[in-house]
């Protein structure tokens, strides 16, 4: 429905019960679903385990937390999306792969840009300094594969549209379990057809949109083997010890075998995005290893620093859309997913963002150069943030306004345990892009993922624990 109101896309929401001997039935049906279908999460690791005294017991206790799982977090029912928006956000991931390829291409750009940080922050610093060093030293790579995602909120104008949160180019995450999740909806549906859960409105198949993020990634690295060229080779998965989310990570290597029966010459990191995923020389030893070779990185170092937060603010800055697209209309339509996007320097604009975020902090985010969920400041947090930290320091954050979704209730489940609670939804659109370095190879939206999180908490990651596994109900 194109340009459907505010107030009708509110008024078209189903309503979920919220009595909770309801919906016990639907829980017990959700928990045996997903543990048939490997909807799971490696169970937290126990701190009686952790602090066990003896050594055969503390080995017991870590086999065990090895092999005991979780069902993942999801919500019962599907969450309401504005049709329009996730059909213009569909239509918009090839054009916004092929924008970031260019701006990790743009080696001008990357260097003006990220010299703007300082030192403020190291880590950015260290892996900027790889990327000079990659490209006087390294070996040349046979291409490039990107895997994205770039994030939504519906922020709730005059009619409902679609505010890009972040464009994410490393370790972009659940697209497998994502897709799993909207197969869970699609049998919930088929098989109940929500009796008892739904009191208001409707769900029906045709508001359900069938999502390929399970393939999409395993086919992306695989198009990246093809460029490579070398039967033998092998891939390696860069992944954070003591991972709980591993079974999304299976899927993917999973589709690698079913789809080539054999490994292939691919780094793909789902870490290597935070400071804690580098603790000594070692880690940093390692990924330079794979940057001097031949190896393809997802992402690679210039892909990585594209999808820092202080391109995403210069990107919204009059002209810089265009300096990488040439037709108007198209990059208009990029502009259009974009908030107020401000720098916190010492330049006058970044001086009258300071002020602005001082006097109303509560229509702010506070961004730093970081992923992985926990570290963006809100509210009140703000004034004591930008108080307290030096000049220099000020440097490594960017000011956004805050994108205002309209919250829903919905019904949770969490560690097999039903919560009832008031809800937004993140939506994320998967990015495939595959090059030679002279010609495209793969250029698509890969499927989408949406997480839902209680609507008083500000971050939105679900292995962080902040949100669940949801999927889309088109209205």
């Given amino acids: 429905m194109e340009g459907i109101a505010t107030s009708e896309f509110l008024a078209q929401r189903p309503q979920y019960s919220q009595d909770t001997r309801e919906l016990q039935h639907y829980v017990e049906l959700a928990v045996d679903w997903e543990a048939t279908h490997g909807l799971l999460f490696r169970a937290p690791a126990s701190d009686s385990a952790a602090d066990s005294a003896a050594d055969s017991a503390a080995d017991s206790a ?9 069902p993942a977090p999801i919500t019962l029912a599907p969450s309401p999306i504005p049709r329009s928006s996730f059909d213009r956000v569909i239509a918009l991931q090839p054009t916004l792969n092929t924008l970031f390829d260019r ?12 010299q703007s940080l300082g030192t403020a922050d190291e880590f ?47 370790a972009a995450s659940f697209a497998s379990l994502s897709s799993v999740v909207g197969d ?22 045709d508001q359900l949109p069938r999502n390929e993020s399970l393939t999409s990634i395993g086919d992306g690295i695989a198009a990246g083997f093809e ?26 290597e999973q589709r690698l075998w079913e789809r080539d029966g054999q490994e292939v010459a691919v780094a793909y990191y789902r870490s290597g995005y935070a400071p804690t995923d580098f603790p000594t020389d070692t880690e940093w030893n390692g ?11 997802v992402p690679s170092l210039a892909y990585h620093l594209a999808g820092c937060k202080k391109i995403q603010q210069v990107l919204a800055n009059p002209g810089q859309v265009e300096r990488f697209i040439d037709d108007a209309e198209t990059a208009a339509r990029v502009r259009s997913c974009f908030v107020g996007l401000y720098p916190l320097d010492n330049t006058s604009k970044g001086q009258q963002a300071l002020h602005m975020a001082l006097r109303e902090p509560h229509k702010y985010v506070v961004k730093p150069q970081r992923e992985g969920g926990g570290y963006n400041v809100y509210g009140d947090d703000i004034p004591q943030l930008l108080t307290t930290i030096s000049d220099e320091e000020r440097k490594g954050y960017i ?9 829903f209730n919905s019904v949770l489940v969490r560690n097999g345990e039903l919560v009832l609670a008031s809800v937004v ?26 997480r839902t999180k209680a609507a008083d908490v500000r971050e939105g990651g679900v292995a962080a624990g902040f949100a669940v596994i949801d999927s889309p109900l088109l209205i």
């Fill in 184 to 205: 869970f909806h699609r049998y919930m549906l088929e098989r109940t057809g929500y009796a008892g859960l739904l009191k208001a409105g409707r769900v029906t198949s």
């Fill in 399 to 407: 000011l956004m306004d805050l994108i205002q979704a309209p919250a």
């Fill in 124 to 170: 950015t610093t260290r892996v900027f300094a790889m990327y000079m060093r990659q490209r006087s030293q390294g070996a040349e790579k046979p291409g490039v594969v990107g895997i994205h995602r770039s994030d939504y909120l519906v922020h709730a104008g005059a009619e409902p549209q679609a505010k890009q949160v972040e464009f994410n180019t490393i």
């Fill in 287 to 297: 990924r330079w290893l794979v940057e001097k070779s031949r190896a393809i990185s």
């Fill in 62 to 70: 870590a086999t065990w937390q090895q092999t005991a799982l979780v």
């Fill in 227 to 252: 460029l490579y060229g070398q039967p033998e080779a092998i891939v390696v998965m860069v992944v954070q010890p003591g991972e709980r989310n591993v079974y999304d990570q299976r899927f993917v």
């Fill in 103 to 114: 701006i990790s291409r743009d080696h001008d750009f990357l260097v003006s840009t990220l």
């Fill in 425 to 450: 939804s993140e939506l994320g659109i998967y990015g495939i892009f595959v090059s030679d370095g002279k010609n495209v190879v793969v250029n698509k939206q890969g499927g989408h993922l949406l």
